[in-house]
């Protein structure tokens, strides 16, 4: 038998014995009434109690009952407990998701079912161009003003992908951002977005490169074909035919040149960085390049330049010898041919102020103007494509100079005034540098 019941029959007896005491049986069934009814009104205060607590269901400040309410208490008690650890579980999880997505070099976005946002990451902000607290609750029609947006939210149709511009550093160059609509739950959506300018650059960088390659081939090839056309279809003076054959021997050289560049640059981007274990003595390497500077300058021009090394503190670099006389002869050679024949060329290694080292080569040619210097190691970019082609250039000199420097930790520095010349410089790092101990 419980608690409860026994209370309840006790007050009952109790009651019956006063009724009883009175010496009448309707005042011991009033009693025994009045009995029942005192239980009654302080069970129901009890499970008034315990009905405001379980509202509350703060398990820290449980009623003081006994009896059955106190083990219904109890066990309530238990049950808020194991269940509030369980809703700490759980948004600790969900807190973790939410870091995990806010994380994400995605954007991602979700709106309710009037596209209303909801909740958004950084990114998808960022991507967008609104304010992930300020903005919540607002449509994200309004924040995203993009017409192809627009359309693509009327439409209803989001089994493919759109791009829209999102906000760019400068006005004229916006970054663009791929975007798709996934319909969830009750109406609602996640808008997934992604920043796909530098996939754009690349490709059109890919095109941009073909084009150039096909183009730089096809000219040699027209010459080539047209004099290989010539020679066998109409008879020719042995000193035409001499000529003929000079020219196409140019022509067949300008090709090989370009692919022995290409192919420098494939090996240079898919091979790994030199390691710091060979060192190589600077005077060594100055002395080689000078020698086939001098050599070139001879065949291409007339009068020949003045090429001089610069006498400096001698010391020791480190990287691949092989990769650091060919960025050396590419600065060298490219200052033979854009310099006027006769002209002044100095080159040598220096020490910088931060322990680094510097090859430096500096002409007296016709300089470059100021908006051409960002894009001059840029494959096949030309400040004057007639005066590259004239000279034997492939445009992809610089751009073997850049890929060198940065395999070794360095950088391509030019400084250069129109009509004053200019001066290239191929910067080493602290740690690619060693002073030469005299004894």
Request: no cysteine; glycine share 8%; charged share 20%.
């Given at each position: 038998m419980t608690r409860r019941a026994i209370e309840l029959l006790l007050l009952v007896a109790l009651g019956a014995v006063w009724g009883w005491a009175n010496d009448a049986t309707a005042w011991t069934f009033a009693g025994a009434l009045v009995g029942a009814l005192i239980w009654s009104i302080f069970d129901g205060l009890r499970a008034r109690s315990v009905l405001r607590w379980l509202n509350k269901a703060d398990a820290s400040r449980s009623p003081r009952v006994s009896g059955t309410w106190g083990e219904l208490v109890e066990r309530s008690r238990k049950l808020i407990k194991k269940l509030e650890k369980k809703a700490q579980n759980s948004d600790a999880r969900l807190e973790?998701?939410?870091?995990?997505?806010?994380?994400?070099?995605?954007?991602?976005?979700?709106?309710?079912?009037?596209?209303?946002?909801e909740w958004s990451n950084l990114t998808a902000a960022a991507h967008l161009g609104f304010d992930p607290q300020r903005d919540l609750g607002q449509y994200v029609r309004n924040m995203v003003r993009a017409p192809a947006f627009t359309a693509y939210m009327a439409g209803g149709d989001f089994s493919y992908e759109i791009q829209i511009d999102g906000p760019g550093v400068r006005p004229s160059q916006p970054a663009k951002i791929s975007l798709q609509i996934h319909p969830y739950g009750k109406k609602r959506k996640l808008v997934l977005t992604r920043d796909v300018t530098a996939v754009q650059l690349a490709e059109a960088m890919r095109r941009d490169f073909v084009a150039n390659v096909s183009h730089e081939i096809r000219t040699p090839l027209t010459v080539l074909s047209?004099?290989?056309?010539?020679?066998?279809?109409?008879?020719?003076?042995?000193?035409?035919?001499?000529?003929?054959?000079?020219?196409?021997?140019?022509?067949?050289?300008?090709?090989?040149?370009?692919?022995?560049?290409?192919?420098?640059?494939?090996?240079?981007?898919g091979s790994p960085a030199p390691g710091p274990g060979e060192w190589i003595d600077s005077e060594e390497l100055l002395t080689h390049v000078i020698q086939e500077a001098q050599g070139l300058t001879q065949a291409i021009a007339q009068p020949p330049h003045e090429i001089r090394a610069m006498a400096a503190a001698s010391f020791w670099v480190s990287g691949a010898k092989t990769e650091l006389l060919s960025a050396m002869s590419n600065l060298l050679s490219n200052a033979v041919r854009y310099t006027p024949g006769g002209g002044r060329i100095e080159a040598g290694w220096r020490l910088r102020p931060d322990g680094g080292g510097e090859f430096f080569v500096t002409d007296t040619g016709p300089g470059i103007a100021a908006e051409h210097l960002p894009r001059l190691t840029e494959r096949f970019y030309r400040v004057d494509r007639s005066r590259s082609r004239e000279t034997g250039g492939t445009g992809l000199g610089l751009a073997i100079v850049k890929h060198v420097?940065?395999?070794?930790?360095?950088?391509?520095?030019?400084?250069?005034?129109?009509?004053?010349?200019?001066?290239?410089?191929?910067?080493?790092?602290?740690?690619?540098?060693r002073e030469r101990v005299t004894g």
């Open positions: 973790d998701f939410l870091a995990a997505i806010q994380a994400s070099p995605n954007g991602v976005v979700l709106l309710d079912s009037a596209g209303r946002i047209g004099f290989v056309e010539t020679m066998q279809s109409i008879p020719l003076e042995e000193d035409d035919r001499a000529r003929y054959l000079g020219l196409m021997s140019q022509q067949a050289q300008r090709m090989q040149t370009l692919v022995s560049d290409l192919l420098t640059l494939s090996r240079l981007e420097a940065q395999r070794h930790g360095g950088q391509v520095e030019v400084q250069s005034t129109p009509g004053q010349g200019s001066t290239f410089q191929v910067v080493l790092p602290a740690s690619r540098v």
